[in-house]
């Protein structure tokens, strides 16, 4: 077949058949090792083929949902701020209000599944697809990158600015610096209080830099598919019945929900990652076996109902007692499993996950690490100064008021220190070599051909 057999087009020109010398500027946007991104322009989305997950390399509905969670723990730490004393009763008391706001810091939750769903699904999906999962220690540099500068920064200016003369207290320093203030009951929430949550997630962190050794070590993606498959529910299993067993352990001797360092540490929060595992697994397996097909809507929204039905269950029942926070503790992982499951197994064109994909959630979600560290800091410096009132009433005012402040110090804490450092992360591709940024030489001696 001819040009001339194709409707709506005519034959080349004798100009047009020419070859054109390759160009510099085409060499370094085409060239794969070089992939930087070089327009704004949203990709169109084609409803034939809107599969679970077809968003490219991010899924930008659950980064709505982080910054919904990192909005969410800010007013719940205005929630709790706003108490004449720690032994009077909260704003709302005993009304749906009340049981809702005190658990928002339930959200915790939703960020922990996230980054155990978001990791651990390429992972698993290379390993069964018989490909190779990947480097250590590239992952190990790339979650270092994420995590570490930010986080250091944080620590080093909140310290130094509550400790003004030396030594001060230099073992809460140390403890932070290290992410071991979750083994120490008194100093788990000095500095930066919620940065106990980073201390978790950097230990499941290291968990996965040692899953993926011991992947690379025995071979893993060589292996038959049945082998393949045990190979990535093994970990899965292992930690969750190992949590479940420390748990009952801390339950059956009684600890009391204020030994801190029993129920805040990497072991007791393990069944929270076990979730975010299986929703990847989940997914795998369906695309798999239906051919990347979406649930159905009716699913969908069994999912949503469950979700919220396990959630308001939770926060009904919860009290201080250690049981009590466990149960809301599983409740609402599985909760935010169902609802999560409903956006990543449903069709990238679904009007939900459309909403969560909104550009105000995006953004939320993009500054949701920096609103996450600073918002503390930031509502004791305004207490400091007499900014704020910790009566019930005031509730409101500072809630809206911890958020008019935290967001845009979260925004320019991305952009001076999140994003550089995060560009750092292109000086390696995804398989670890290194990236050129210039073109082949070969290429400049076709252009100066061309044009002599």
Same mark, same amino acid.
């Given at each position: 077949m001819t040009s001339h057999d194709l409707p709506g087009t005519t034959a080349p020109s004798a100009h047009e058949r020419e070859p054109r010398p390759p160009r510099l500027e085409d060499t370094v946007l085409r060239d794969a090792s070089a992939a930087l991104p070089v327009s704004d322009a949203q990709p169109r989305i084609d409803k034939q083929r809107a599969v679970p997950g077809n968003t490219g390399s991010r899924f930008e509905d659950l980064e709505g949902y982080r910054g919904l969670a990192a909005m969410g723990i800010v007013v719940f730490h205005a929630y709790q701020f706003c108490r004449a004393g720690t032994s009077s009763s909260y704003a709302y008391q005993d009304t749906w209000a009340y049981h809702v706001l005190l658990n928002l810091d339930g959200l915790v939750s939703m960020f922990l599944v996230l980054s155990a769903f978001l990791l651990f699904l390429?992972?698993?999906?290379?390993?069964?697809? =018989?490909?190779?999962?990947?480097?250590?220690?590239?992952?190990?540099?790339?979650?270092?990158?994420?995590?570490?500068?930010?986080?250091?920064?944080?620590?080093?200016? $909140?310290?130094?600015?509550?400790?003004? !003369?030396?030594?001060?207290?230099?073992?809460?320093?140390?403890?932070?610096?290290?992410?071991?203030?979750?083994?120490?009951?008194?100093?788990?929430?000095? !500095?930066? +209080?919620?940065?106990?949550?980073?201390?978790?997630?950097?230990?499941?962190?290291?968990?996965? %830099?040692?899953?993926?050794?011991?992947?690379?070590?025995?071979?893993?993606?060589?292996?038959?598919?049945?082998?393949?498959? @045990?190979?990535?529910?093994?970990?899965? $299993? @292992?930690?969750?019945?190992?949590?479940?067993?420390?748990?009952?352990?801390?339950? $059956?001797?009684?600890?009391?929900?204020?030994?801190?360092? %029993?129920?805040?540490?990497?072991? @007791?929060?393990?069944?929270?990652?076990?979730?975010?595992? $299986?929703?990847?697994?989940?997914?795998?397996?369906?695309?798999? =076996?239906?051919?990347?097909?979406?649930?159905?809507?009716?699913?969908?929204?069994?999912?949503?109902? +469950?979700?919220?039905?396990?959630?308001?269950?939770?926060?009904?029942?919860? !009290?201080?007692?250690?049981?009590?926070?466990?149960?809301?503790?599983?409740?609402? !992982? %599985? =909760?935010?499993?169902?609802?999560?499951?409903?956006?990543?197994?449903?069709?990238?064109?679904?009007?939900?996950?459309?909403?969560?994909?909104?550009?105000?959630?995006?953004?939320?979600?993009?500054?949701?690490?920096? %609103?996450?560290?600073?918002?503390?800091?930031v509502l004791l410096y305004l207490d400091a100064h007499g900014r704020l009132d910790h009566a019930q009433a005031a509730f409101p005012f500072v809630a809206l008021t911890l958020l008019l402040v935290s967001v845009p110090v979260g925004w320019l804490s991305y952009w001076a220190i999140e994003y550089p450092v995060g560009r750092l992360r292109l000086l390696r591709t995804p398989g670890g070599a290194k990236r050129s940024f210039y073109p082949n030489a070969r290429l400049f001696a076709a252009e100066e051909e061309g044009r002599g």
């Open positions: 390429p992972i698993a999906r290379k390993v069964i697809a =018989g490909q190779d999962p990947g480097s250590w220690s590239l992952f190990a540099t790339r979650r270092a990158l994420r995590i570490l500068p930010l986080y250091w920064v944080a620590i080093l200016v $909140v310290w130094a600015y509550r400790n003004p !003369t030396l030594p001060g207290n230099w073992q809460d320093l140390v403890e932070h610096l290290t992410f071991t203030q979750i083994f120490d009951r008194e100093r788990i929430f000095y !500095t930066i +209080g919620p940065a106990w949550s980073l201390a978790v997630e950097v230990f499941f962190y290291a968990f996965l %830099v040692v899953l993926l050794a011991v992947y690379g070590r025995v071979r893993a993606h060589e292996r038959s598919p049945r082998v393949r498959r @045990a190979l990535v529910w093994a970990p899965v $299993v @292992a930690v969750g019945v190992a949590s479940l067993a420390y748990q009952g352990w801390a339950l $059956v001797t009684h600890v009391p929900s204020t030994h801190y360092e %029993v129920w805040f540490n990497p072991l @007791a929060k393990g069944t929270v990652f076990v979730g975010g595992m $299986v929703l990847a697994l989940a997914m795998i397996g369906w695309n798999n =076996g239906h051919a990347a097909q979406p649930l159905p809507p009716r699913a969908l929204w069994s999912l949503r109902l +469950g979700a919220l039905a396990l959630l308001g269950w939770g926060c009904a029942i919860r !009290t201080d007692s250690a049981a009590s926070s466990l149960w809301w503790q599983q409740l609402s !992982t %599985v =909760g935010f499993v169902l609802l999560l499951a409903s956006s990543v197994l449903a069709p990238t064109t679904a009007r939900w996950r459309r909403w969560m994909a909104s550009s105000v959630l995006v953004w939320c979600g993009l500054i949701s690490y920096s %609103v996450y560290l600073w918002h503390e800091p």
